[in-house]
C-alpha cells in the first residue's frame, strides 16, 4: 500500500491535489493533514470524505513533535507539501505566523521525512509545492524560469523562498529526494475569498466595491487550479529527484483587463445591462512593495514531462463564477466570522 501524505488539502490548491489523488490513485491512501485555519474548510472536501482510500488528520506542521510521531506511524512513500500560510496580504499585516508555518513547518516535515526515511529512501519523494513570487518582480517582458535568481519582495515570498531553500538543502547535504514545483497565481472553485478573483466575485454580486490596487496595471499569469494539480500529479510520477518545475498559464492579464473581462461575464450570468458590474470597479490605496509582473515560462515542464495547461482562460473564468454563482452556502459559510473582520481591517480601514 503506497501511502501519500498531502499537507494543507483543506485549502483552495490541496483540496484538488487530494480529490485528483483519491479519485485516481485508489491504490493509494491518502492522507489529508491540516491544521483547519481559517483557509482550511472540510466542505471543500465532502465528495471525498467518505472514500475508503482517504483519511484526513487534523495537525499543525509546527508542532514537530506530533509531525514526527505522524511520520513513525506511517510509513509514507510520498509527501506533497502544501499547507502554508498564502496570502500576501496577511504576511505585510504578520509576518511571523509565515515564518512559523512556511519555514518551520516545513523543516519540521524535512526533518521528519529525513529521520523516519533514513538508510531507504528509495522510491520515496517530498514534493514540495512552492510560488513564481520567489523569482521577484519582472518589468514589461522576461519570463521567470527555473534558472531566474530568487528576489522575493513580500514577507510571504521570503517565506516559500526560505522553504524553497531548505528543501533544496536537505537534497544536497543529507540526498532527501526532493522535487519542487513553483507556479504562478491559481484560480477556480473552492477559492477563498481574500485573493482577488474569488473576492471580486463575491462583490459584484453582493453590488459592492471591487477594490483595484494602485491604478490596475500589475499582472499576473492564472494557472486553473485543477491544471496545476494534474501538473503536481505528474511532477511527483514522472520528474526528477533534485529538479525544480515552473508551472504557469501563458496567460498574462493586467488587474484591471481582469476585472472588467470578470465584469462582462457577470453581467451575463446576472442578468444586468452590459457595464452595470464595471460601475463597481474601485481603485484604492496600493499594496506595499506590489510586485509589477508575473511570468512563468513553463517550456521545461513541457518538453520534459510534457505537461501543458488543458483551459482558455475566458473558459475557466465562466466556469469559475458558475461555481461561485451555485455555491452560495460555501460562499456564507467562509465568510461569516472572522472573515468580516479581516474584511474591515483590510479594506475599510486602508
Ligand atoms: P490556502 O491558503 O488556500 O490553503 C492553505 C492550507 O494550509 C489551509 O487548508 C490551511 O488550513 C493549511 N495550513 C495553514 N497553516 C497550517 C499549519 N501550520 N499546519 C497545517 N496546515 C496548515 O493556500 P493555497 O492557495 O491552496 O496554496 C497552497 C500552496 O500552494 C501553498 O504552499 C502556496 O504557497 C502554493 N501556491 C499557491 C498559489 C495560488 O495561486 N494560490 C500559487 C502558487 C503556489
Ligand atoms: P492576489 O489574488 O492576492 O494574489 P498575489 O498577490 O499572490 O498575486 O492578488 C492578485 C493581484 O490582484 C495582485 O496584483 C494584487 C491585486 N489585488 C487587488 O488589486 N485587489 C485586491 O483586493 C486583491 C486581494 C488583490
Not at 533514513?118 to 510560488?131: M, N
Not at 530568487?150 to 510571504?156: E, I, R, T
Request: hydrophobic content about 35%; charged content about 20%.
Amino acid at each position: 500500500m503506497i501511502k501519500v501524505l498531502i499537507t494543507g488539502g483543506a485549502g483552495f490548491i490541496g483540496s484538488h491535489v487530494v480529490r485528483r489523488m483519491v479519485n485516481s490513485y485508489p491504490q493509494y491512501h491518502i492522507f489529508n493533514l491540516d491544521a483547519l485555519t481559517y483557509a482550511g474548510n472540510l466542505e471543500n472536501l465532502k465528495d471525498v470524505a467518505s472514500a475508503a482510500n482517504y483519511t484526513f488528520v487534523k495537525g499543525d506542521i509546527t508542532d514537530a513533535a506530533f509531525v514526527q510521531n505522524l511520520f513513525a506511524q506511517h510509513d509514507f512513500t510520498y509527501v506533497i507539501h502544501l499547507a502554508a500560510e498564502s496570502h500576501v496580504d496577511r504576511s505585510i499585516s504578520n509576518p511571523i505566523a509565515f515564518v512559523m508555518t512556511n519555514v518551520v513547518g516545513t523543516v519540521n516535515l524535512l526533518n521528519a521525512a529525513k529521520h523516519v526515511w533514513s538508510g531507504s529512501f528509495e522510491g520515496r519523494r517530498f514534493y514540495h509545492v512552492s510560488t513564481d513570487e520567489v523569482y521577484g518582480a519582472l518589468g514589461e517582458t522576461g519570463m521567470f524560469t527555473e534558472e531566474t535568481k530568487y528576489d522575493p519582495h513580500s514577507p510571504y515570498s521570503a517565506s516559500k523562498a526560505s522553504s524553497d531553500h531548505f528543501v533544496r538543502a536537505y537534497h544536497d547535504t543529507y540526498g532527501l529526494p526532493v522535487v519542487i514545483s513553483n507556479c504562478s497565481n491559481n484560480y477556480g472553485s473552492h477559492h477563498f475569498p481574500e485573493k482577488l478573483i474569488p473576492l471580486a466575485i463575491h462583490n459584484i454580486k453582493n453590488n459592492k466595491p471591487i477594490p483595484v490596487y494602485g491604478k490596475g496595471e500589475n499582472v499576473r499569469d492564472w494557472l486553473w487550479v485543477e491544471d496545476h494539480a494534474r501538473a503536481i500529479d505528474v511532477i511527483l510520477h514522472k520528474g526528477k529527484n533534485g529538479e525544480t518545475y515552473n508551472i504557469g498559464g501563458h496567460n498574462e492579464w493586467k488587474n484591471i483587463d481582469l476585472i472588467h473581462l470578470l465584469c462582462k461575464i457577470m453581467d451575463k450570468k446576472l442578468g444586468r445591462a452590459q457595464g452595470e458590474s464595471a460601475k463597481l470597479i474601485t481603485f484604492v490605496k496600493d499594496r506595499a512593495g506590489h510586485d509589477m509582473r508575473y511570468a512563468i515560462d513553463a517550456t521545461k515542464l513541457k518538453s520534459d514531462l510534457g505537461w501543458v495547461p488543458s483551459l482558455q482562460f475566458e473558459e475557466g473564468l465562466e466556469k469559475t463564477v458558475d461555481w461561485y454563482l451555485s455555491n452560495q452556502e460555501w460562499l456564507d459559510h467562509v465568510t461569516s466570522g472572522e472573515y468580516k473582520k479581516y474584511y474591515t481591517d483590510q479594506y475599510e480601514k486602508r
